[in-house]
T-cell receptor, first 118, second 113 residues
Framework: EAGVAQSPRYKIIEKRQSVAFWCNPI?????LYWYQQILGQGPKLLIQFQNNGVVDDSQLPKDRFSAERLKGVDSTLKIQPAKLEDSAVYLC????????????????FGAGTRLSVL | AQSVTQLGSHVSVSEGALVLLRCNYS??????LFWYVQYPNQGLQLLLK??????LVKGINGFEAEFKKSETSFHLTKPSAHMSDAAEYFC???????????FGKGTKLSVKP
């Protein structure tokens, strides 16, 4: 079974530029998450999708961050314009549809995109 | 507010020694509890999870954790450390079956030969 795919792996941009990250979840997984992991900290949820609908975006800085999950499969996360404090690893995770047995509580993570804002 | 506290940002053990990584949570309702491991430049991999079944949970690579409600703890242990266990370990809680994970700050484990 293929895992969660993310691209690019690394990105370096200057402040005020825009950037986009892409995530393809595990096939059949209904729920998709984007987390931000700043160096030295644990991941923090930015947004959660259930199919193509947003479940929780309370911690997403909506003035500069946006995310979409068209057709309920892959997703993109965009930052425009980027700030220095956006330097972090952006992790995408997916989990199965509720009710799919013991797997329903498990989130599977991609390798992440490491963003450096200069 | 729910939170997770991992005591010790860095733990160092000798190869073959006991590994003990501490995790405490705060919650007014029973949580789901998880331990994830992160190797350099990789995503997070699930080690084990507690979802209200047995309080002693066995995971991959010889790790286990015990849920203690009275102490609000979910410490991770391994009887004998191996060099390949060197990584960063994250404790996380969730309060809904499909809710987001709230992570601790992580503990970096070093294993000395």
């Amino acid at each position: 079974e293929a895992g969660v795919a993310q691209s690019p792996r690394y990105k370096i941009i200057e402040k005020r530029q825009s950037v986009a990250f892409w995530c393809n979840p595990i096939s059949g997984h209904a729920t998709l998450y984007w987390y931000q992991q700043i160096l030295g900290q644990g991941p923090k949820l930015l947004i959660q999708f259930q199919n193509n609908g947003v479940v929780d975006d309370s911690q997403l800085p909506k003035d500069r961050f946006s995310a979409e999950r068209l057709k309920g499969v892959d997703s993109t996360l965009k930052i425009q314009p980027a700030k220095l404090e956006d330097s972090a690893v952006y992790l995408c995770a997916s989990s199965p549809k509720p009710g799919q047995g013991a797997q329903k509580n498990i989130q599977y993570f991609g390798a992440g995109t490491r963003l450096s804002v200069l | 507010a729910q939170s997770v506290t991992q005591l010790g940002s860095h733990v160092s053990v000798s190869e073959g020694a006991l590994v003990l990584l501490r995790c405490n949570y705060s919650s007014s309702v029973p949580p789901y509890l998880f331990w994830y491991v992160q190797y350099p430049n990789q995503g997070l991999q699930l080690l084990l999870k507690y979802t209200s079944a047995a309080t002693l949970v066995k995971g991959i690579n010889g790790f286990e954790a015990e849920f203690k409600k009275s102490e609000t703890s979910f410490h991770l242990t391994k009887p004998s450390a191996h060099m390949s266990d060197a990584a960063e370990y994250f404790c996380a809680v969730s309060f809904l079956s499909q809710g987001n994970l709230i992570f601790g700050k992580g503990t970096k484990l070093s294993v000395k030969p």
